[in-house]
């Protein structure tokens, strides 16, 4: 006789309101999801991510609308939710800006989204930049405008940097971070711990994909690929193709038998010669899918558009399993509410 199990004290824990802005090929609000959020609104303001998200979340709410342009007033389900989360344009330091003597999109886009907070009265906020946003002192100012403005809606915060290596990522990515959550709720969020598990290195990752089309070499070129990837660039959309980035990460991936200057359409056939010994006609080429999976989005995740398209999404996204952690710290404080004041332990 089988025995059973009483389970009578244990209630699957609540699913939980996000509204995600500047959302992209969906790497945060995929991540988000799987630790209890559920999107009420998602928007970007490119075509073709929107095309990604409602191919793989149909039942979303996508929204093709530049945060600038968006008036929560009109969409009262984002009235008080849970989370307002963003993976937001790359802030440039006020210093560069100047030198280049043109507008700042991209500092328009941060403010406009803190700026939304007021709209959308989330218990908690979420949004990811460049590191260097977090711990430069040219930032210094843009930090004190994101402050200033969180102090006045009553919102407590933290600015922080991750890694995503250490959160199941086989890639060299760190992100800056700003948590923030509406009262003293912050007292009760940890950033989340790293995974105890080793690092699973490029040629674990995609060796299985290298040998699809019979490639006989796939196997000692995972091999040697035993490192993580160095960090993955999606590029300016308004110029150039698909590379995996500037020369120095073009280097690293070199060392690893990986050609960096461009994006492959098919992983190699049975036919193709590794020979790094030669150059750039003996590294193999990533593919888009491959890109993908270095910045842990899962193999039935897809990606709308053409290659050059394609690859910009993938390389601009925050990763999943990234964005899972934090969803899950973020989760935890929203749910243990209802459990009395907060104590402090120290952070």
Same mark, same amino acid.
């Given at each position: ?9 244990? *209630? ?6 996000? %509204? ?19 999107? %009420?609104? %998602? ?10 998200? /409602?191919?793989?979340?149909? !039942?979303? +709410? ?17 009235? +008080? ?8 344009? /790359? ?6 800006? =100047? ?6 999109? *991209? ?35 843009? /930090? ?13 915060? /933290? @600015? ?22 509406? &009262?003293? $709720? ?21 060796? +299985? ?7 006989? +070499? ?38 690893? &038998? ?7 359409? *098919?992983?190699?056939?049975? *036919? ?21 999976? $270095? ?5 039935? @995740? ?6 050059? =398209? ?13 964005? !899972? ?16 004041? =907060?104590?402090?332990?120290? !952070?």
């Amino acid at each position: 006789m089988t025995p059973t199990v009483d389970r009578g004290n244990i *209630e699957p824990q609540p699913r939980l309101t996000s %509204v995600e802005v500047c959302a992209g090929a969906g790497g945060l609000a995929l991540g988000l999801e799987q630790a209890g959020f559920d999107p %009420v609104l %998602v928007i970007d303001n490119r075509p073709i991510a929107c095309e990604t998200l /409602r191919l793989n979340r149909p !039942r979303w +709410d996508v929204r093709e609308v530049d945060l600038l342009d968006f008036d929560p007033v009109e969409d009262r389900q984002v009235y +008080d939710v849970e989370l307002l989360a963003g993976g937001l344009p /790359r802030v440039k330091s006020p210093a560069t800006a =100047a030198r280049k003597r043109s507008d700042d999109p *991209e500092l328009d886009v941060l403010k406009a989204a803190v700026d939304l907070i007021y709209g959308v009265q989330p218990r908690a906020v979420l949004l990811e930049n460049v590191p260097d946003l977090v711990r430069k002192d040219d930032y210094e100012s843009v /930090r004190a405008v994101v402050a200033s403005e969180l102090d006045h809606l009553g919102y407590r915060f /933290r @600015w922080h940097v991750l890694n995503a290596k250490d959160y199941g990522v086989p890639q060299n990515r760190e992100v800056g971070l700003l948590v923030a959550f509406k &009262g003293d $709720l912050i007292d009760r969020f940890v950033w989340p711990e790293p995974h105890s598990e080793p690092f699973r290195s490029v040629g674990e990752t995609l060796c +299985d994909s290298m040998g699809a089309r019979g490639w006989r +070499d796939a196997a000692k070129w995972a091999a040697q690929a035993d490192v993580i990837a160095p960090t993955i660039v999606g590029g300016s959309w308004d110029r150039g193709g698909a590379d995996l980035g500037p020369t120095g990460a073009k280097r690293k991936w070199a060392r690893i &038998g990986v050609d960096g200057v461009t994006v492959a359409d *098919e992983v190699p056939d049975g *036919e193709f010669d590794w020979n790094p010994a030669v150059g750039r006609s003996g590294l193999v080429p990533l593919t888009v899918e491959q890109v993908a999976m $270095l910045q842990g989005f899962p193999p039935q @995740w897809r990606i709308a558009g053409r290659k050059t =398209a394609r690859y910009r999404q993938v390389g601009n996204a925050t990763p999943p399993p990234l964005a !899972r952690a934090l969803g899950a710290s973020i989760a935890s404080v929203l749910r243990s509410t209802a459990a009395g004041p =907060a104590c402090v332990i120290g !952070r």
